[in-house]
């Protein structure tokens, strides 16, 4: 996230587990792992009860809707700390973590990861882990020269108010932009109205988040709920 609140104080993390499984299906055929935002800088741990955790809570509950076939495993990630923490990228070693952790369990089924403002840059800076086929960003914090090379074979998309003032819904269609060269499909929409927390048409947030899992996990049995242009080269992205 662009320059703010930063938190330096703290004792040190203990590793713990970084994956969180909220459903865990005896022989899960794909898996959906959601990660939170943060801070761009803080060494204080990481508590599912700050409200970067909480904000992702309706979106869970949005996913176990909309996957009721029980049979895909659930999980969030757990970070040590708040930040991103410069070159140290914090979260995007947690999410590793994770990953790591999921396939020892599930095995190398196809894994979507779902991240919001930090949460979604750690999620495509970890896009290039085995275990992932597919990427949805929320709001993400995609400052210039973030890479895309890791997308590579991997379908990302990105929902992104147009009215957010935390992280750029232009920053964030230029990298799809230069994505759409390397990833398998990218594409973007963005919600109109929408705010950096998803509260303003939360529910729309809700809907097109879960619809598009469903279709990334299984594109030839649901519809996409993005309009075809989402994917095009247009100079500006469908409004929602």
């Known amino acids: 996230m662009p320059a703010g609140p930063c938190d330096e104080t703290g004792p040190p993390p203990t590793?713990?587990?970084a994956l969180m499984p909220l459903r865990l299906p005896t022989r899960p055929r794909a898996a959906v792992l959601?990660?939170?935002g943060g801070r761009a800088v803080s060494r204080r741990r990481s508590r599912p009860w700050h409200l970067a955790a909480l904000r992702m809570r309706p979106f869970l509950w949005s996913l176990e809707a909309e996957l009721p076939g029980r049979d895909v495993l659930l999980a969030r990630v757990r970070y040590r700390l708040r930040g991103w923490n410069d070159a140290h990228a914090d979260p995007v070693s947690d999410t590793h973590r994770a990953l790591d952790r999921l396939a020892e369990l599930a095995g190398?089924?196809?894994t979507v990861l779902v991240g919001h403002s930090m949460g979604a840059r750690a999620a495509l800076r970890a896009a290039g882990h085995p275990q992932v086929s597919a990427v949805l960003a929320l709001a993400p914090w995609c400052p210039?020269?973030?890479p895309v090379e890791q997308t590579a074979g991997r379908h990302l998309v990105v929902l992104h108010g147009d009215r957010d003032r935390v992280t750029s819904p232009v920053e964030a269609a230029s990298y799809v932009r230069?994505?759409?060269g390397t990833a398998a499909?990218?594409?973007m929409a963005l919600v109109g109205g929408g705010d950096h927390a998803m509260l303003r048409r939360h529910a729309?947030?809700?809907r097109t988040a879960a619809g598009a899992v469903a279709h990334l996990l299984d594109p030839g049995s649901v519809p996409d709920p993005l309009p075809a242009e989402s994917y095009g080269t247009a100079d500006n992205f469908p409004v929602l």
């Open 15 to 17: 590793p713990g587990a």
């Open 144 to 146: 210039p020269g973030e």
């Open 34 to 36: 959601v990660l939170h």
């Open 178 to 180: 230069r994505a759409q």
């Open 108 to 110: 190398p089924v196809p």
């Open 185 to 187: 499909r990218a594409g």
């Open 204 to 206: 729309l947030w809700h």
